[in-house]
């Protein structure tokens, strides 16, 4: 497309996550009024953004590979626990501990991709496998070394500041910026690079993918490390900042982040979508869930227009999709 | 006498105890067109996936140019020019004809780690290699794949085999899900890769869509070749009655002719 039309813009994978997020803004700046979109306002909902964010795309990427992966919730507590039991309990340095919580990601992230590339389980089974074991691994290691199951870590230094810490007046934190410029990292690599359509290749038709000369066992692999590496890289980052880490928690991460990712427009059953519809829906999904503190609203409304939201995003997009594919060029349109 | 580029030398192929090919020996030239008939069950997905590497023959030999070949992976048989165009194009519904077209061999512009997709030239080239068969609907590379008809998405993964480099190309029932019209444009664009001097392996159940670009005509019953003949020395019915392993299908055609020759033209009515 030579210009820019209303058309080409609907029929973008982002466009009904643009739509939503408009919608959604307009919805809190009439019964909330704008105070959301002040500074103050604003770190509240970009935080969750944030952190919601980092896990979200990778699992995006996943989906439009055709492959899910919900052990993202076990990941969160267990990178959290790591770099608290081994910088915290131990008390070795915080590097050892970052490095021991990213390694443990890479290596769950491992498994999942070979078992899910070996075994033909449909992803779903398998880190639904995961989750259980790795939280298993998580509350029995955790009380096993500690006899406790929250255990404190206290940061300070290079790594707080990088990992942990509050910028811009001390309430956004740390991990918006980290997100920020993952977003950007990812839409190069999804969008811009070659390696971008390997990936809606392989959700669109594996077997055409392979024969292609995709490598898609590996690339499947390689997704599979990313999700759980960023999902422990979320655990770490917020047990440096809270000093302290629990074993429960980052089961709402699982629903969360799918959510996100399907009102961002990505295909459940994969070959469609974007990084930037991604992050529109977590924007989304993040001022759902904290706008409603600025409005009238009991706070126990927010699961409702979330769930609306969530019907209202799959059913527009594939309105929108539809009208992607249908797509003819007008004759004479085009010089 | 030419070489043929691809041929079957005494192929056998079996899955275990079950015996799928017997003793298969066929070749195609350049420029000619294999048509492959049989009934479904005949055996020739086998034979279809011996040839592009999928599977691997349990005795005999295939030879390329005259010389015997393996093909260990679709890979191998790729990099050797064989092409495979399936059913529904093997194609990516969600994705540009420009992106679809390139998957693999993505062009790209800038240097070192900021190389990034040229969208413009895979689209241009894209649409430039299905235009010069023919198919000048398609003009734009940003379309979807998925919004293309039937026989426009089977053309596009013939112009992207023909595009890079393939000298065989196996067409797997690519006709069986067309209507009549888009058909044609198939067979015409099968025609055009014979002119090119590709070899083509047609494989089809149907008899009128194989004669009309077939030059050589091979029919599988049971997994062993029961009939090999030129263009001509077989006619239509002739042809399906060997297809259906029997007269029952020739003798029901001609039956339902002749009813319709006495009738005005009236199919017979259902039996109850």
Redesign the interface.
Known sequence: ?SSITIGGLLRRPEAGAALGLVAVLIFFAIFGGLTFLKPAGMSSWLNVAANLGVIAIPLGLLMIAGELDISVGAMVPFGAMTVSVISGHYGLPIWVGVAAALGFGVIVGLVNGILVVKTAVPSLIVTLGSLFAVQGIVLGLTVLITKSTSVALTVEGPAKAIFGDFVLGGQMQVMVIWWLALTALYI?FVH???F???I??MG??K????????PTDRLTIVLFILSATSAAFVGMCQAILYNSAQVAGGQSFIFNSIIAVVVGGV?LTG??GSVVGIFFGTITFAIVTQGIYYTDFDRNWSSLIIGVLLLGAVLMNNTF?KM??????KKGA?A | MTVPIIALRGVNKSFGPIDVLHDISLEVKAGEVLCLLGDNGAGKSTLIRLLSGVHQPTTGTIEMDGKPVSFPS??AA?DNGIA?VHQFG??????SIG??F?????P?KGWGPF???DRKRANAVAVKAVQDFGITRI??G???V??LSGGERQSLAIARAVHFGARVLILDEPTAALGVKQATHVLRIVNEAKRRGLAVVFITHQVMHAMAVGDHFAVLIRGAVAADFKKGEKSREEITDLMAGGASMASLEAEIEGYMASHDGHPPPPAH
């Open positions: 497309m190069f811009f690079s070659p971008g359509n390997w809606f290749a669109g038709d077997v055409s993918a392979r024969n292609a000369g995709i295909l070959g469609f999709r992607a594919l249908s797509y003819t060029p085009r | 679709p890979r790729s495979t093997g194609t990516f519904p969600l994705m992106r679809s390139f998957i693999g061999v993505e790209t190389k990034i997709y003009d734009d940003d379309r979807l998925g919004g």
